[in-house]
């Protein structure tokens, strides 16, 4: 079956513009993720979905960053008043529904953000 | 909280030389543990994962990974590499949050260059 599928693949924007990143799940998977992967480093959590409510936003680095998901299907995660720190690529993720902490995480491709 | 450490950023491996990138970890309990690779530009697959009982693990494209407990180690092998191995290595550690879902750690990544 299809993977997780991300929009748009790049992006280039000014500083100070809002951006939308958009993230398509696989099907039946209740579990949504999205990490931000700067240059030269590790991928950082940003906020988790269980269905359409966000247990854990803990990792999001400001409140210039939301996110949504609804029909327990497609996310979107905002930026607004983008800066130059803000340049990394953004990873989605999908699982089947657990609490064991054991089920698989499959990555989209991300999307590579450029803040100029 | 979990932490893990990739302390290779950058290894070269001549093809058909046998292959170990090391990964240390930081848990309290016992930790599930994943190797994932990252190819240019495409997101990251899932080599292999560890969650319990044979403490060597086989994963795809001939991988494979040993946990040990007394190191905190969960290093990735393979006995002869190919030129399409190269890519990028996250070690990650995952467990679950009180919350109710997986909280995964990844590492800061090791590069492989595969030359002739």
């Known amino acids: 079956g299809a993977g997780v599928s991300q929009s748009p693949s790049n992006k280039v924007t000014e500083k100070g513009k809002d951006v939308e990143l958009r993230c398509d799940p696989i099907s039946g998977h209740t579990a949504l993720y999205w990490y931000r992967q700067r240059l030269g480093q590790g991928l950082e959590f940003l906020i988790y979905?269980?269905?359409?409510?966000?247990?854990?936003k803990s990792g999001l680095p400001s409140d210039r960053f939301s996110a949504e998901r609804t029909g327990e299907s497609v996310s979107t995660l905002t930026i607004q008043r983008t800066q130059q720190e803000d340049s990394a690529v953004y990873l989605c993720?999908?699982?089947?529904?657990?609490?064991?902490?054991?089920?698989?995480?499959?990555f989209g491709p991300g999307t590579r953000l450029l803040v100029l | 909280a979990q932490s893990v450490t990739q302390p290779d950023i950058h290894i070269t491996v001549s093809e058909g030389a046998s292959l170990e990138l090391r990964c240390n970890y930081s848990y309290g309990a016992t930790p599930y543990l994943f190797w994932y690779v990252q190819s240019p530009g495409q997101g990251l697959q899932l080599l292999l994962k560890?969650?319990?009982?044979?403490?060597l693990v086989q994963g795809i494209k001939g991988f494979e990974a040993e946990f040990k407990r007394s190191q905190s180690s969960f290093n990735l092998r393979k006995p002869s590499v190919h030129w399409s191995d190269a890519a990028e290595y996250f070690c990650a550690v995952g467990a679950p949050d009180p919350g109710g879902y997986q909280k995964v750690t990844f590492g800061t990544g090791t590069k492989l260059q595969v030359i002739p």
């Open positions: 560890y969650f319990s009982g044979d403490t």
């Open positions: 979905f269980q269905g359409n409510s966000a247990p854990d």
């Open positions: 993720a999908s699982s089947l529904a657990g609490t064991s902490g054991q089920e698989t995480q499959y």
